[in-house]
């Protein structure tokens, strides 16, 4: 099983500042399968990233994911009101498709 | 427009059993990939299982394996989770997903709470 460990825990920022989440695994992601979402309280999680560094459709362009193996990151680069939430990465390559315990991105 | 609509949550006794269903619309059921994802109150997101477009494929966590079956009906555009010998800890909100692609489809989610 494939165990997904992601940086900080709880990262507080300022709107308008840039936020780099990171996502690590204990073994190499296959083909960079690698996707990254978004929580909102009482929502549904939607998806940001896919392929590691593709955006989903309809995701501004202030979202970014890179990496690949075993360490990848979603930056955001300039923090929109609407963007304090969680944020999990998942991987799909293999199966069990874990998710990362989650990044609490919160106002400072 | 693509909806996922999940029905089936409730309150179980532990050792109970709960089927899941997910009702799928606007898009080609059947030529997608479907997982259960579940997400205990206030924890993170657990992946539960996954089946291909024509379930040649099936995958579980292994915190499910053998108590948990899934399945779908691509004439319904259903997909279902049959949960038997229920836990406290199966307690979640349970998600149906389409797989991941270039568009992210989730439903909304039903509550299953195992408790006596």
């Known amino acids: 099983e494939i165990v997904l460990t992601q940086s900080p825990g709880t990262l507080s920022l300022s709107p308008g500042e840039r936020a780099t989440l990171s996502c690590r695994a204990s073994?190499?992601?296959?083909?960079?399968?690698l996707a990254w979402y978004q929580q909102k309280a009482g929502q549904a999680p939607r998806l940001l990233i896919y392929?590691?560094?593709s955006r989903a459709t309809g995701i501004p362009d202030r979202f970014s994911g890179s990496g690949s193996g075993t360490d990848f990151t979603l930056t955001i680069s300039r923090l929109e009101p609407e963007d304090f939430a969680f944020y999990y990465c998942?991987?799909?390559?293999?199966?069990?498709?874990?998710f990362g315990q989650g990044t609490k991105l919160e106002i400072k | 427009e693509v909806q996922l609509v999940e029905s089936g949550g409730g309150l179980v006794k532990p050792g109970g059993s709960l089927r899941l269903s997910c009702a799928a619309s606007?898009?080609?059921?059947?030529?997608?990939?479907m997982n259960w994802v579940r997400q205990a109150p206030g924890k993170g997101l657990e992946w539960v299982s996954y089946?291909?477009?024509?379930?040649?494929?099936?995958y579980y966590a292994d915190s499910v394996k053998g108590r948990f079956t899934i399945s779908r009906d691509n004439a319904k555009s259903s997909l279902y989770l049959q949960m038997n010998s229920l836990r406290a800890e199966d307690t979640a909100v349970y998600y149906c997903?389409?797989?991941?692609?270039?568009?992210?489809?989730w439903g909304q989610g039903t509550l299953v709470t195992v408790s006596s």
């Open positions: 997903a389409r797989s991941v692609g270039s568009e992210g489809y």
């Open positions: 606007g898009f080609t059921f059947s030529s997608y990939s």
């Open positions: 089946i291909s477009g024509v379930s040649s494929y099936i």
């Open positions: 073994q190499s992601v296959s083909s960079s399968y």
């Open positions: 392929g590691a560094s």
């Open positions: 998942q991987q799909y390559g293999s199966s069990p498709y874990t």
